[in-house]
C-alpha cells in the first residue's frame, strides 16, 4: 500500500454534478471548497440532461418557438449563479451532455480522469427522493475516484444549528 504524500495533490481534478436542484446547489459549495483549498486544481460542472426529457422536448415541444434557444438560455443563467460564486483563481469548465444521468457522469469522469466527484443526495424529481437517489447511488457504485455525495439534510441541520 501507498503511503500518503502531502506534496502530492489528492484532489486535482474536481467535478461538480448539477441538476440544478437545491441539493446541487448545496453541494457546489462543497466542491468549491475543495477546488479553493487546491490552487491550480481544475473544476468542472457537468449537467446532463436526460435523453428522454431531450426527446419529449424535440417531438412534443416545437411548436414553441425558439424552445432550443430558449432552454439554453435558462442552463446558461443557472450556470451563472454558480459562476459568480467563484473566487478570482478558480475556474470552471462547464459541459453538458444529453443521455443517461449516472452513465454520463461515469463516463466523463474516466475521459478527464477526475479525482473527486461531488454531488447531492437527491435530485429534482419525486421520483428519485423516493429512490434515495438513484443517480448518486449508481455513481457510488460504479466510480472509479472518491465521490462525495452531500445530503441538503445536512445544511438544514447546520443552517438550525446557527440560530
Same mark, same amino acid.
Given at each position: 500500500?501507498? #503511503?500518503?504524500?502531502? #506534496?502530492?495533490? #489528492?484532489?486535482?481534478?474536481?467535478?461538480?454534478?448539477?441538476?440544478?436542484?437545491? /441539493?446541487?446547489?448545496? +453541494?457546489? !459549495?462543497?466542491? =468549491?471548497?475543495?477546488? #479553493? *483549498?487546491?490552487?491550480?486544481?481544475?473544476?468542472?460542472?457537468?449537467?446532463?440532461? %436526460?435523453?428522454?426529457?431531450?426527446?419529449?422536448?424535440?417531438?412534443?415541444?416545437?411548436?414553441?418557438?425558439?424552445?432550443?434557444?430558449?432552454?439554453? *438560455?435558462?442552463?446558461?443563467?443557472?450556470?451563472?449563479?454558480?459562476?459568480?460564486? =467563484? %473566487?478570482?483563481?478558480?475556474?470552471?469548465? $462547464?459541459?453538458?451532455?444529453? &443521455?443517461? !444521468?449516472?452513465?454520463?457522469?461515469l463516463?466523463? +469522469? *474516466?475521459q478527464?480522469h @477526475?479525482?473527486? @466527484?461531488?454531488? &447531492?443526495?437527491?435530485?429534482? &424529481?419525486?421520483?428519485?427522493? +423516493?429512490?434515495?437517489? /438513484? $443517480?448518486?447511488?449508481? $455513481?457510488?457504485?460504479?466510480?472509479?475516484?472518491?465521490? =462525495?455525495?452531500?445530503?441538503?439534510?445536512?445544511?438544514?441541520?447546520? +443552517?438550525?444549528?446557527? *440560530?
Amino acid at each position: 500500500m501507498e #503511503t500518503f504524500d502531502p #506534496t502530492k495533490k #489528492t484532489f486535482a481534478r474536481i467535478l461538480f454534478c448539477t441538476d440544478f436542484s437545491e /441539493n446541487a446547489d448545496f +453541494a457546489f !459549495d462543497f466542491a =468549491l471548497d475543495a477546488a #479553493t *483549498r487546491r490552487p491550480g486544481a481544475e473544476l468542472y460542472l457537468l449537467h446532463v440532461i %436526460p435523453e428522454s426529457d431531450a426527446q419529449f422536448w424535440k417531438t412534443y415541444i416545437y411548436e414553441v418557438e425558439d424552445v432550443d434557444t430558449k432552454a439554453k *438560455r435558462d442552463v446558461d443563467e443557472r450556470i451563472a449563479t454558480y459562476r459568480s460564486r =467563484l %473566487p478570482e483563481h478558480v475556474t470552471l469548465h $462547464v459541459e453538458i451532455r444529453i &443521455g443517461k !444521468d449516472s452513465h454520463e457522469i461515469l463516463a466523463f +469522469a *474516466r475521459q478527464k480522469h @477526475i479525482d473527486l @466527484i461531488v454531488m &447531492g443526495r437527491q435530485g429534482r &424529481g419525486s421520483l428519485q427522493k +423516493a429512490l434515495f437517489g /438513484n $443517480v448518486a447511488e449508481k $455513481v457510488v457504485r460504479k466510480a472509479d475516484c472518491a465521490v =462525495l455525495v452531500v445530503p441538503l439534510s445536512y445544511g438544514r441541520r447546520r +443552517a438550525a444549528a446557527e *440560530r
